[in-house]
């Protein structure tokens, strides 16, 4: 069964356009393919850049007073680190 495509015509500033060849030739793709694939990665990404962790942390099933834990375990474990290396 075909797949129905739109036509549109859209105006790229240089960089974009020389960008998108780069892109096109680097996936072995036609420009119209790399640019659709760009839109649906683009439409799925989260909206805000926090909702990844967010999610991340939903899936992991990690609450916040395990995530400030694990935080504060592995900033003291960086400073115990960064103090031994002073006194070598």
Do not use: F
Not at 35 to 42: E, F, Q
Not at 53 to 76: C, I, P, Y
């Amino acid at each position: 069964m075909a797949v129905p495509k739109i036509k549109s015509t859209y105006s790229l500033g240089t960089d974009a356009a020389e960008a998108l060849d780069r892109l096109a030739a680097s996936w072995s793709t036609s420009k119209s393919e790399a640019l659709r694939r760009l839109i649906l990665r683009a439409a799925d990404a989260p909206a805000a850049p926090t909702q990844a962790l967010d999610e991340l942390q939903a899936r992991a099933r990690l609450s916040r007073t395990r995530a400030n834990a694990a935080a504060t375990r592995l900033r003291a474990e960086r400073l115990a680190g960064s103090s031994r290396r002073e006194r070598a």
